[in-house]
């Protein structure tokens, strides 16, 4: 077990071990019983996050907000136009002085090719931990709550069968931070992880290099296909989900030609019946329902995508309180 966390960044999961994530989730499992048994767990008591976030956000903001309410601290949300960054002042000052106010500085900016950059930015320069909340690039309190998710659902995570599928959506033009996310860190787990897109939905070249990098290392495999009934094929776990052109076009439209040609990439239960027969329904949620999904799969017997969001809450403790708390 790896403790030493304090003062680590939390920016992506592919700069932390192994050794470390499983800290995380074993912190994690013990948070979420503790949890369950209305156990006191003050691990941050009288400590402060600064919460800023560029964008909106239900699962993210509530559960760091009731996550270190339920440790002992206090979470500052900031809605960053009510900020002087919204004036230009610098992640570098603002970094600073965050972190000489409290004990560690959480961000969201999912800003193409400016979001990661900016969370870099803030943990260079702040004297505190600095957690991803999403950007651009990655979504590791996502990726560490679908771990601990499909560990506990399966018990195991050697040789499942995960498909990351590309789906239909009009509700905003998604980053690619989630897949992306996952395609880094299932492989390390030893998944067999099917990649699905259209033609145009391409990830950084380098992310596929990594995901293959990963899964070579860990006895897992990594593949790409743009046949999306190949990636429902006995699937024991399936993660359909939009995700933007944003390789190809920085645009920030959400409507384009190449969206609308690919409107029949939508998980349905005749998709979901291709499956394994225990199947189990992903999504980090918001889901885009009627196009991403049909209500039916999503409020289905194959769905934890409930499950999949209270663990949001349940990792987010574990991360603040390893990284803010401990020696
Ligand atoms: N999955 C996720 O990050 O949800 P929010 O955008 O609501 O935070």
């Not at 800023?52 to 809605?79: I, P, V």
């Not at 699937?235 to 030609?257: E, L, M, R, Y």
Request: net charge negative; proline share 3%.
């Amino acid at each position: 077990m790896e403790t030493q966390l304090k003062g680590r960044d939390f920016i992506t999961l592919q700069e932390w071990t192994k050794d470390e994530i499983d800290t995380l989730l074993e912190v994690s499992f013990d948070l979420k019983r503790k949890f369950a048994m209305g156990e006191p767990t003050p691990y941050l008591r009288d400590k402060t996050a600064f919460l800023m976030f560029f964008e909106q956000s239900t699962r993210t903001r509530n559960s760091m907000e009731a996550g270190l309410a339920q440790l002992g601290g206090h979470a500052n949300f900031l809605d960053t136009s009510t900020m002087q960054v919204s004036h230009g002042e610098v992640a570098k000052d603002t970094g600073i002085i965050l972190g000489s106010y409290g004990h560690a500085i959480a961000c969201r900016n999912c800003v193409w090719e400016i979001g990661n950059k900016y969370l870099r930015s803030l943990a260079n320069h702040a004297k505190v931990p600095v957690m991803n909340l999403q950007c651009d690039l990655y979504h590791p309190m996502q990726g560490i709550a679908d771990l601990m998710t499909i560990k506990e659902k399966k018990k195991k995570t050697d040789n499942l069968k995960v498909s990351i599928i590309w789906a239909y959506a009009t509700s905003h033009k998604k980053p690619i931070s989630v897949p992306l996310t996952q395609a880094l860190l299932f492989p390390r787990y030893g998944m067999d992880v099917t990649l699905a897109y259209p033609e145009g939905y391409e990830m950084p070249e380098w992310v596929i290099e990594q995901a293959r990098e990963n899964a070579e290392k860990n006895n897992g495999t990594f593949k790409i296909t743009h046949d999306q009934d190949e990636a429902y094929r006995e699937a024991d776990i399936v993660i359909p989900k939009n995700w933007g052109s944003w390789v190809t076009n920085q645009d920030d439209a959400v409507i384009d030609d190449l969206l609308e040609s690919n409107k029949h990439w939508k998980c349905t239960e005749e998709r979901m019946a291709m499956a394994a027969d225990d199947v189990m329904y992903m999504h980090a949620l918001p889901a885009d329902r009627g196009n991403e999904v049909e209500d039916s799969v999503i409020d289905g017997e194959h769905s934890i995508v409930f499950t999949e969001a209270e663990n949001r809450l349940h990792t987010a403790k574990a991360v603040m309180t390893l990284t803010m708390g401990g020696k």
